[in-house]
């Protein structure tokens, strides 16, 4: 089955493979890997691509070196079937998304063992994720085929038990992510159409207890891998499960399939450690509409009812505007004027308005240079940006101008946009808060705070003009889910960039010897949402009654506010009530946080020797909190 | 398809499949013959001959293919049914 459709066709992928191959350096070897991952491939070159990059792999695995663009990713598979074939195309669609993955597989059958024993092996794995792959043939709910809706309930409640006390197990155990795999129905229909009818059929029962895992796991706070969805919509083609490899190997998914199964846990993998994209940028003329507005008019353009391109152009846009409402941000990226591009806002069709549009960039530059500009107006990397555009050569382009930016091949047909774009899976979330509902708006209210900047005399008056109130509360249930979304994604404003999953934060924040801090920002034009985090601990290296600033970190949107005064205040004033006589600050540098290099000197730190230890480019830095520190904001504090 | 053509092809997939184009088969070798031809690769084998010719393989013949020299054959009576 043709898979992985998104991807750019290599002209012979086996033969750059062979070519590859015959590098001698493990690293280099693993950079082909990497760049090679990116185009469209079955199983076998997966396979071989797995090969070329599992020395390198296995070294930054080991530790013997890194490769500063992957990023290491442990994942523990806990499964009720086969699933080794499965390990290389994890690994390959990790790379793919600058993931380095080392892969645990459990022993066959053995998930409740490994949770429920003390597995030293597992242990020393230290997982990030755990994925329970499970199964319909595995523990089989014993009923008659006659047993009545409670009776079915009254199981599958049973079995959810079993399943939460397991997740529970993984998070306490190992501190990990778990990552459920819905139930793919196996057997086919015993009653035809009726089958859903009737509670304990084979269907109805799956469909009933993936039904339950689904709200579990969303109390629970573990994150699916719904392949029982993805293959009841069509995504594995004919079959996920082939009967004659159960048979053969018990191997719930088809080897065919595997690069589509790593591609959609890799997803997940990334997302759980803040990496996916944030930004869709759109190209205009047959990308948004039928034609092109210079030459057509506004009026001559095809968008809207009446015509059925008309309506598929429609319907592109409308998948693109309910992006942005979960908190995508869009852009625009077109070879146009300015004036005909945006006049083209004003057709009384468009799904998209023009305030829509985060950074709108139309002129007749080249694409992958406006595209670089697109991510500094909006203070996101470009491996940040998903780019749409009908035209291939463009793409092309864009590809090899920009090999971090993600270029979707495009089907023929503009019907078939929203679907290959969400097949990509660029936007894969691992939470949805209220504050992404309103990211849109925020951005246009920082539009409108930068206008009201220019006006104001001076950077006093506007400061005090913002009527800035800053809430801080300590990371509690309510805060748990955005505070780690932060913690993930952000990487300018970020003092050690440490990711860190939901359990983990939890586990930081509900220690009593720890400061932790969500921290809210409104003004006079909106609320800003949770805007910052702050972890502090107590740590070995240091004095007990020092505190260790672990990590602190800011969305951009709200700098040269003085919010991180403000939120120093704060801290000052808790780690004095518990005890506390100084903190220590971590500066780790990165490629993308120089922006906070001088963070801790402003705030009145002074740097002070790093323990023994520590890697040699982080910095630490002092602040005794027995004198007082003056603070100098225009912020209303309520903590 | 000559047997011979079919020979080259499974070739082809066993270079695919195990990674390594000094692989030459001849049609008496079996998995003991071939490093790594374990359970695992088996079906890896399988899979990609399927791909490959366009054919599929019933279960009850999945346990012949453990000999090249019936891969083979049994990949051109396929072939010779279309």
Redesign the interface.
Same mark, same amino acid.
């Given at each position: 089955m043709d898979q992985l459709l998104w991807l750019a066709q290599h002209p012979d992928l086996g033969a750059a493979l062979s070519e590859a191959k015959r590098e001698s350096d493990a690293i280099a070897r693993l950079g082909m890997a990497t760049r090679l991952a990116g185009y469209r491939r079955d199983f076998t070159h997966t396979t071989r691509l797995d090969r070329l990059a599992s020395e390198g792999l296995g070294a930054i695995a080991r530790g013997d070196c890194t490769a500063p663009e992957l990023q290491p990713m442990r994942i523990a598979l806990l499964s009720s079937h086969t699933v080794d074939h499965l390990v290389p195309s994890i690994r390959v669609a990790g790379l793919q998304r600058r993931l380095a993955c080392s892969v645990y597989v459990a022993p066959y059958g053995m998930y409740r063992q490994a949770l429920l024993m003390e597995d030293a092996e597992l242990a020393r794995f230290a997982p990030q994720l755990i994925v329970l792959a499970l199964d319909a043939r595995d523990a089989p709910l014993q009923l008659p085929l006659e047993a009545s809706q409670a009776e079915v309930d009254a199981a599958i409640s049973e079995r959810i038990d079993e399943l939460r006390l397991l997740w529970r197990r993984a998070r306490e155990r190992y501190a990990a992510q778990v990552v459920q795999q819905t139930i793919v129905p196996a057997d086919p229909p015993l009653f035809g159409s009726f089958e859903a009818l009737v509670p304990a059929a084979p269907f109805a029962l799956i469909e009933r207890l993936n039904a339950a895992i689904r709200e579990a796991a969303r109390d629970d706070g573990v994150l699916l891998l719904d392949l029982a969805w993805e293959a009841a919509r069509g995504s594995y083609g004919d079959g996920l499960a082939e009967p004659v490899r159960w048979h053969q190997a018990k191997q719930l998914v088809s080897p065919n399939l595997a690069p589509l199964y790593g591609e959609q846990l890799a997803r997940i993998a990334a997302a759980s450690v803040g990496m996916s994209r944030k930004c869709l940028v759109l190209d205009l003329d047959n990308t948004l509409w039928g034609g092109v507005v210079g030459d057509d008019g506004v009026d001559g353009i095809k968008l809207g009812q009446g015509s059925p391109c008309g309506e598929a152009f429609l319907a592109f846009q409308r998948y693109a505007a309910l992006l942005a409402r979960r908190g995508i941000i869009l852009a625009v990226c077109s070879k146009n004027d300015l004036s005909v591009a945006e006049a083209a806002f004003k057709h009384p069709e468009m799904a998209l308005k023009r305030s829509d549009i985060a950074a709108f960039v139309a002129n007749w530059e080249d694409k992958a240079g406006n595209l670089r500009r697109i991510a500094s107006m909006l203070d996101i990397g470009l491996d940040s940006l998903v780019f749409v555009d009908d035209n291939p050569a463009e793409r092309d382009i864009v590809r090899r101008e920009l090999p971090e930016v993600a270029v979707p091949e495009l089907p023929d047909d503009v019907a078939d946009y929203p679907a290959r774009v969400a097949a990509a899976g660029y936007f894969e979330a691992v939470s949805f808060t209220p504050d992404d509902a309103t990211r849109g708006r925020n951005y246009a209210l920082n539009a409108e705070r930068k206008a009201a900047m220019s006006h104001a005399t001076d950077m006093e008056g506007y400061l005090r003009g913002l009527e800035m109130v800053l809430t801080a509360t300590p990371i509690g249930s309510a805060e748990l889910a955005r505070s780690t979304q932060l913690i993930n994604k952000t990487n300018q404003f970020n003092l050690t960039t440490r990711r860190y999953s939901e359990a983990e934060v939890e586990r930081i924040a509900s220690d009593p010897r720890s400061v932790t801090l969500a921290i809210r920002l409104t003004d006079k034009f909106g609320d800003n949402g949770l805007i910052s985090v702050l972890m502090a601990r107590p740590d070995e290296a240091f004095p007990e009654d020092e505190l260790l600033i672990d990590s602190w970190l800011m969305s951009c949107r709200v700098l040269g506010r003085q919010v991180e005064e403000a939120v120093l205040d704060v801290l000052a004033s808790t780690a004095i009530q518990a005890g506390y006589k100084a903190l220590i600050g971590e500066y780790r540098p990165t490629e993308r946080n120089g922006m906070v290099a001088e963070h801790f000197a402003r705030l009145g730190f002074t740097q002070r020797p790093a323990p023994a230890d520590a890697s040699s480019e982080t910095t630490f830095w002092r602040l005794d909190l027995t004198h007082d520190t003056p603070s100098r904001h225009f912020i209303e504090v309520k903590a | 398809m000559t047997e011979a053509d079919v020979l080259k092809e499974l070739t082809a997939v066993f270079h695919? @499949?195990f !990674?390594d !184009?000094s692989i030459v088969l001849s049609p008496e070798m079996t998995a003991n013959d071939i490093d790594g031809w374990d359970? +695992?690769t088996h @079906?890896?084998l *399988?899979?990609?001959a399927e +791909?490959r010719f366009g054919i599929k393989?019933? *279960?009850a013949e999945?346990e012949s293919l453990r000999n090249v020299g019936h891969f083979a054959e049994v990949i051109s009576k396929k072939l010779e049914a279309r």
């Open positions: - | 695919d @499949v !990674d !184009d359970s +695992q @079906v890896m *399988t899979v990609a +791909q393989f019933r *279960t999945l």
